[in-house]
Nanobody
Framework: QVQLVESGGGLVQAGGSLRLSCVAS????????MGWYRQAPGMQRDLVAV???????TSADSVKGRFTISRDNAKNTVYLQMNSLKPEDTAVYFC??????????WGQGTQVTVSS
């Protein structure tokens, strides 16, 4: 099993920045990718960014140039640096860990609210 715990959410004005952290514990060696998803009220959960164990990153078009995903393998932690935040970035952000087809783990989520 893998446990994921997010932190770093909060309320910020448009144009501001936040950094989310996700600490993985348990059988972290099983994870071959970690990422961030977000879900706004009444909307589906969408991919924000993902980083593989080799360091390859993928980001949604809506956040490219503003958000950066990174990981510290020594700390079993993945980060999401969010700059130039917009009101439409308001959502619950979930950390995700991928261990193979049909095997994934989720954190409890952290709220990000961007005021205009």
């Amino acid at each position: 099993q893998v446990q994921l715990v997010e932190s770093g959410g909060g309320l910020v004005q448009a144009g501001g920045s936040l950094r989310l952290s996700c600490v993985a514990s348990g059988s972290v060696f099983r994870l071959n990718a970690m990422g961030w998803y977000r879900q706004a009220p009444g909307m589906q959960r969408d991919l924000v960014a993902v980083i593989t164990s080799g360091g390859t990153t993928t980001s949604a078009d809506s956040v490219k140039g503003r958000f950066t995903i990174s990981r510290d393998n020594a700390k079993n932690t993945v980060y999401l640096q969010m700059n130039s935040l917009k009101p439409e970035d308001t959502a619950v952000y979930f950390c995700n860990g991928q261990a193979g087809p049909g095997r994934e783990y989720w954190g409890q989520g952290t709220q990000v609210t961007v005021s205009s």
